[in-house]
């Protein structure tokens, strides 16, 4: 007799696939990417996702059978779980992991004990034990009960004896049940039922309602939306337009007059009418153009360099246009889609319904949409904006990916596995699809403008503002020289200050950086030097005016502002640093009559949290902006004339071998929120060290001189892209352990790679909730192998994991860690 198997990926951490056993019909019907229901160990059910059908019986184990399938087809393709294996290869993280990662919630099957009441029993309730009362009590009000549920009430975790004695006394049934999230959403809606469609029947139907004008004015509605659109027409738009009640529209259904049908809906959904025409490209913008197509005859990838404001984005506009006329679908990828209100409503003036956003914080519901939309190849997902997770959609069709801000790091997923470059992996994406990439920025990383170097990318560059408007010009403001000459109020230089007096007087806006959220840093005891440390963390605590609090920025961790030093006992407290929220106290006393607004963590929680503070500083509602890093970002706003920059120095000092180019690359691009109309804008950054190579470059946009002087620096201290890094992390709660297991690891690692491992070294930070974490960095120099390279760290990983004294050491590796 022939035996059949399935290779499946399980959603858990696991590298290997495991092997299930199912018969000839199931054979027939299974395909790589449906989902089966599996048990693993002795009690888990998972969904998992076959990948191979084939006779080979495990050798290891005896393939345990399947419980259900749980697909009618495929809800992966074969290019993404090609995808995956490169993503797990190249990122060394489980196939699970990617798994995880890659499908929607709503795919991801939860198996979970179910306990119901047993309704066909009759039982004497006083010989119930009291542990098993409180069950049986409890399903008197609820339906049904969990596991941890029951946990919960009887208060421990070992509860499978009680629910085996109230199984075997017939109190109640477990139900093992896997259950779908994802149902999609239906919307209402109304058409006149067929007998009436025809003319005749109509005015006989007209004229005999003269009897109910509610109903009459309800259908004499009906008509006029049917007589503007052909679209189906929603109950509710029906009730609206007509002004009338439920009730109504209720009894001409009842009467059979009209019909009600229901449709599923797309959760994300423009609401726009008109679908606008696209801009007229400017000589400039026209030519970038003709040269990026020239590229893409015979390179895949072009780095679109083109300084903040330029137009970029209309030359993206017509790329995505020619793709969408070839019927392709198009991938724009951006660091943040919650920043990119301005960018989607312009993208939906032009594309409307062809364009669909997907993101990781939209509800489970609207992203199984958009993916089932991207798989069945719908033209109205035939573009997709999203953020790094929007590479795992099911394309079928790929002609083109976008990077937008290419440079930016929140492209790479740091935590959890797998850690990821949303950039790099779109890439090899495209390769699957022989699609075209752009990778676009005003700051380019320092790697993908070596590639355009090395020819290895397209390179077309756009270098001035569309429009002729000016770049901004730019001034550093020495603020040590300011405090000795005492010329400084608080934060501000009187540079600075006059500056947005300035600007505040001709009405425009103003926009402050300030790297740092809270009210400043650290508070200090001018007794005894004491400074309050997290509890969890190896850090000082940040105070917090707004709940005068101080808070863990790692941990979240939070105490009431203390009164007294709790060292010393001394009242005598200082702050030391500064953060946004100072800086708007500050404002609030200088500029009493204008209206302040901060943008950072702590005032954008929620989905639409960015939306109102942008749309608020756009409606002109806030004079002077203050903010994080979040400012950078791609934010056009037209009556800017002024951004200062509060202290460039944090940033500079920064123990991180890509802190210059960080610095580099955040003051460009805030100082590209400063005039993008009209009138020349205006940057002041105020810095303890105006000699700066960084800050000078800065000031006169340099970009080239920044690159020759890092590319020159990462040659001479081998790191990316001359050499790959690996970075090894343990992390365990004992600082013991966790210094014996990377001593331990270092040794393995440079008996093979020598003098290439660096460490182990504490991070700055190096106990985050509790656990300290120690690093190791592999430095890979070009001509060793990738491969060989991993398959040692998988094999010392390995050995490591079956040490009896590291077990518990948590290890994490990240490959070109960011
Ligand atoms: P970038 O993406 O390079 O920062 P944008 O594409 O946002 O630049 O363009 C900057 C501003 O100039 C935007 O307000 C945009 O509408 C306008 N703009 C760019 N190109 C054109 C064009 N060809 N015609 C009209 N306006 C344009
Ligand atoms: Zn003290
Ligand atoms: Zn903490």
């Known amino acids: 007799m022939m035996s059949y198997f399935i290779n499946v990926i399980l959603p858990i951490p696991l590298d290997k696939e495991f092997t299930y056993a199912i018969n000839k019909d199931e054979a027939g019907f299974l395909k790589p990417g449906m989902r089966v229901a599996v048990q693993f160990g002795k009690s888990k059910v998972y969904a998992a996702l076959v990948t191979k059908i084939h006779q080979t019986s495990p050798l290891a184990y005896e393939a345990k059978e399947i419980e259900h399938i749980l697909d009618e087809s495929p809800i992966v393709t074969l290019d993404q779980l090609r995808l995956w294996s490169w993503i797990s290869d190249y990122y060394l993280s489980t196939k699970g992991e990617v798994m995880r990662a890659a499908l929607p919630g709503a795919f991801l099957l939860e198996s979970e004990t179910i306990i119901l009441k047993n309704e066909s029993s009759v039982f004497d309730e006083s010989l119930l034990k009291d542990d098993e009362f409180l069950i049986y009590e409890a399903l008197q009000y609820q339906s049904l009960l969990r596991i941890q549920e029951v946990m919960d009430i009887v208060g421990k975790k070992s509860v499978l004896p009680v629910i085996k004695r109230l199984l075997e006394k017939k109190v109640i049934t477990v139900q093992e049940e896997i259950y779908e999230q994802y149902k999609p959403k239906m919307v209402r809606y109304i058409r006149l039922s067929k007998e009436y469609i025809k003319e005749d029947s109509l005015r006989v139907l007209l004229d005999s309602m003269t009897r109910a004008p509610k109903q009459r004015e309800v259908l004499f509605h009906l008509f006029t939306i049917q007589a503007k659109t052909k679209k189906p027409i929603k109950i509710d738009e029906?009730?609206?337009?007509?002004?009338?009640?439920?009730?109504?529209?209720?009894?001409?259904?009842?009467?059979?007059?009209?019909?009600?049908?229901?449709?599923?809906?797309?959760?994300?959904?423009?609401?726009?009418?008109?679908?606008?025409?696209?801009?007229?490209?400017?000589?400039y913008q026209l030519k970038a153009l003709v040269e990026?197509?020239?590229?893409?005859?015979?390179?895949?990838?072009?780095?679109?360099?083109?300084?903040t404001s330029s137009g970029k984005t209309e030359v993206y506009v017509k790329l995505i246009e020619e793709a969408v006329k070839e019927g392709k679908q198009v991938l724009y990828l951006l660091p943040e889609i919650a920043l990119t209100t301005q960018l989607i409503a312009r993208l939906q003036e032009y594309f409307g319904e062809q364009l669909s956003v997907y993101h990781s914080k939209y509800s489970v519901n609207e992203r199984v949409e958009v993916w089932n939309n991207v798989k069945?190849?719908?033209?109205?997902?035939?573009i997709i904006i999203g953020a790094r997770s929007a590479i795992f959609l099911p394309f079928i069709d790929l002609g083109l990916i976008i990077v937008d801000e290419e440079h930016e790091n929140t492209f790479k997923q740091y935590d959890p596995a797998p850690r990821y470059h949303a950039r790099d992996s779109a890439v090899v994406l495209a390769k699957m699809f022989g699609a075209k990439v752009i990778l676009g920025s005003a700051t380019p990383s320092i790697e993908t403008y070596y590639n355009a170097q090395q020819g290895k990318y397209g390179f077309v560059q756009l270098t001035r503002r569309y429009g002729d408007v000016l770049m901004p010009e730019i001034n550093l403001v020495d603020i040590k020289t300011k405090y000795k000459k005492k010329e400084m109020t608080g934060h501000f230089s009187d540079t600075l200050l006059l500056a947005i007096q300035d600007a505040l007087k001709e009405e425009e806006q103003v926009i402050l950086f300030q790297n740092r959220r809270g009210y400043s840093p650290v508070v200090e005891c001018n007794t005894c030097g004491h400074s309050p440390q997290c509890s969890n963390c190896d850090v000082s605590l940040t105070f917090h005016s707004y709940k005068n609090q101080l808070r863990c920025h790692y941990c979240g961790h939070n105490i009431a502002m203390p009164q007294k030093c709790m060292a010393c006992d001394s009242v005598d407290l200082s702050t030391k640093g500064f953060g946004t929220e100072q800086i708007e106290k500050e404002l609030e006393t200088l500029f009493p009559d204008y209206k302040i607004g901060r943008m950072d963590q702590d005032t954008t929680k929620g989905k639409h949290g960015y939306e109102k503070i942008i749309n608020r500083f756009e409606e002109g509602e806030i004079d002077i902006l203050v903010g994080t890093q979040m400012l950078s970002k791609g934010l056009d706003f037209r009556n800017v004339s002024l951004v200062g920059v509060m202290n460039a120095d944090n940033l500079l000092n920064f123990p991180d071998f890509r802190a210059h180019e960080r610095s580099y690359q955040l003051m460009q691009q805030v100082s590209g929120r400063a005039g993008r109309t009209k009138k020349r804008g205006k940057v002041l950054i105020q810095t303890y060290n105006p000699y700066h190579q960084i800050l000078q470059q800065v000031s006169v946009n340099d970009y080239l001189g920044m690159y020759g002087d890092q590319i020159e620096e990462r040659y001479q201290y081998k790191y990316p892209p001359f050499y790959k890094l690996i970075k090894i992390t343990s992390r365990h709660k004992d600082y013991n352990k966790v210094n014996e297991a990377t001593d331990w690891l270092a040794k393995s690692l440079k008996n093979v790679?020598?003098?290439?491992?660096?460490?182990?070294?504490?991070?700055?930070?190096?106990?985050i909730r509790n656990q300290y974490h120690k690093n190791i960095i592999i430095k890979i120099p070009q001509g060793q192998s990738l491969n060989k390279t991993k398959e040692i760290i998988k094999k010392i990983n390995t050995s490591f994991k079956a040490i009896k004294d590291f077990s518990g050491v948590r290890i994490v590796i990240n490959v070109d860690n960011y």
């Open 376 to 382: 069945d190849k719908k033209s109205k997902a035939q």
């Open 753 to 767: 790679f020598k003098k290439n491992v660096l460490g182990p070294e504490f991070p700055p930070v190096s106990r």
């Open 292 to 307: 990026i197509k020239k590229y893409f005859e015979d390179t895949d990838v072009c780095l679109f360099h083109g300084v």
């Open 238 to 283: 029906l009730l609206k337009a007509s002004n009338s009640s439920a009730a109504v529209v209720r009894s001409l259904i009842d009467k059979k007059i009209l019909e009600e049908y229901r449709l599923q809906a797309d959760r994300v959904q423009y609401l726009g009418e008109k679908v606008g025409e696209t801009k007229q490209l400017n000589e």
